[in-house]
């Protein structure tokens, strides 16, 4: 059986001060599905219509990311979708 692979985060910058707060909480949303939709396509995820809450919500708890939204959830899918081509 194979060891499950350890994904390391790259280092964070500081997010620029002043701007508001619904858009620090778009950009750390945005930040975490692509995160997810990377580690969904490493995995040999590359359908959307696979790509279930409950297959996304598993694959944040084994890169050790907080439970996705189903907004983030969404945007994962729309994610592998834009980025297959399809």
Known sequence: MAA????EMPKKKPLPAGLPREWYESHNRRLK???LAISLLDTGTY????ATNRK????AV???IHRPSNLTCKMVRSFIRD????
């Open 62 to 64: 084994r890169v050790g």
């Open 47 to 50: 359908d959307p219509k696979r």
């Open 4 to 7: 499950a692979a350890v994904i």
């Open 33 to 35: 599905a692509m995160r």
């Open 83 to 86: 980025g297959n081509g399809s």
């Open 56 to 59: 996304i919500r598993t694959m």
